[in-house]
């Protein structure tokens, strides 16, 4: 494992990171990902091939990379856009597109625009056992950098992938899926007769689903008492996955 030290916040190398965490289309045009904290790291590393690996000086490598560098507090900082970073990061390769064809649990996150959301729904579904998920075009980015902070390595273990609305209608066709869509005017959740497989639509969380997807799902509601009219799209993701998995469990 070579090591090298970085001190330069204007190292090539420094301004590829932070590029690499502040942007979508380089980050899919490189394939490359910006992974930062011990934990996830750690974890990840026996799976996970880690292409350079940032440690600030001092601290002693206990991780297999192909690269290590030995970097300042100034340069984590920067590289990871926190304050008050941990003092480890990491590049690896963008995962391959994953083949969703063999589930009968299928979360369908259309148009989520909050990466803390999508990135809290895929640990969600991960944590409740259900085997995949869909993500539309207009989605953030799960290897953005909230959203991968929010997923707490679930980007990493939950099979997913990022579609055109034709691949989804193939793979909702072949597998003649059940799809329910959340929906505050929809049918009390009580009520609805689920059977699996099935699918679960998590809509826009200012528009909801889109036409395409409404036009194909039956909508379900989570009986709301008082004067609330509606949960935050990662909540109501968590209580209906809840429920609905036990129609697979």
């Known amino acids: 494992m070579p090591q090298r030290e970085i001190i330069s916040l204007q190292h090539p190398l420094i301004k590829h990171l932070v590029k690499l965490r502040?942007?979508?289309?380089?980050?899919?045009?490189?394939?490359?990902?910006?992974?930062?904290?011990?934990?996830?790291?750690?974890?990840?590393?026996?799976?996970?091939?880690?292409?350079?690996?940032?440690?600030?000086?001092?601290?002693?490598?206990t991780i297999d990379a192909d690269e290590i560098f030995f970097v300042t507090p100034e340069i984590l900082k920067k590289v990871t856009g926190l304050?008050?970073?941990?003092?480890?990061?990491?590049?690896?390769?963008?995962?391959?597109?994953?083949?969703?064809?063999?589930?009968?649990?299928?979360?369908?996150?259309?148009?989520?625009?909050?990466?803390?959301?999508?990135?809290?729904?895929?640990?969600?579904?991960r944590a409740l056992g259900w085997d995949g998920a869909f993500i539309t075009p207009g989605s953030t980015d799960p290897y953005n950098e909230k959203a991968l902070r929010a997923a707490k390595g679930s980007t990493f273990t939950l099979p997913w992938k990022c579609g055109t609305?034709?691949?989804?209608?193939?793979?909702?066709?072949?597998?003649?899926?059940?799809?329910?869509?959340?929906?505050a005017s929809g049918e009390n959740?009580?009520?609805?007769?689920?059977?699996?497989?099935?699918?679960?639509?998590?809509?826009?969380?200012?528009?909801?689903?889109?036409?395409?997807?409404n036009n194909i799902a039956k909508?379900?509601?989570?009986?709301?008492?008082g004067r609330m009219e509606s949960l935050n799209v990662a909540s109501a993701g968590a209580i209906l996955m809840y429920v609905l998995r036990g129609v697979n469990g």
Request: proline content about 6%; glycine content about 6%; some cysteine.
């Open 219 to 225: 909508s379900i509601a989570i009986p709301m008492m």
């Open 83 to 125: 304050e008050n970073p941990e003092p480890i990061a990491a590049e690896i390769d963008m995962l391959d597109t994953q083949d969703l064809s063999s589930v009968n649990s299928l979360l369908i996150l259309d148009g989520i625009n909050d990466p803390g959301n999508l990135g809290t729904l895929l640990r969600t579904a």
């Open 165 to 183: 609305w034709e691949e989804l209608s193939a793979l909702l066709q072949s597998k003649q899926m059940n799809v329910f869509a959340a929906d």
């Open 189 to 213: 959740l009580a009520d609805c007769k689920i059977s699996s497989p099935l699918a679960l639509v998590l809509g826009n969380e200012s528009h909801g689903i889109s036409p395409d997807l």
């Open 22 to 61: 502040q942007s979508r289309d380089y980050r899919h045009e490189c394939k490359r990902v910006l992974l930062s904290g011990r934990k996830l790291i750690k974890e990840l590393s026996p799976s996970i091939r880690l292409r350079t690996l940032f440690l600030a000086n001092g601290i002693t490598p």
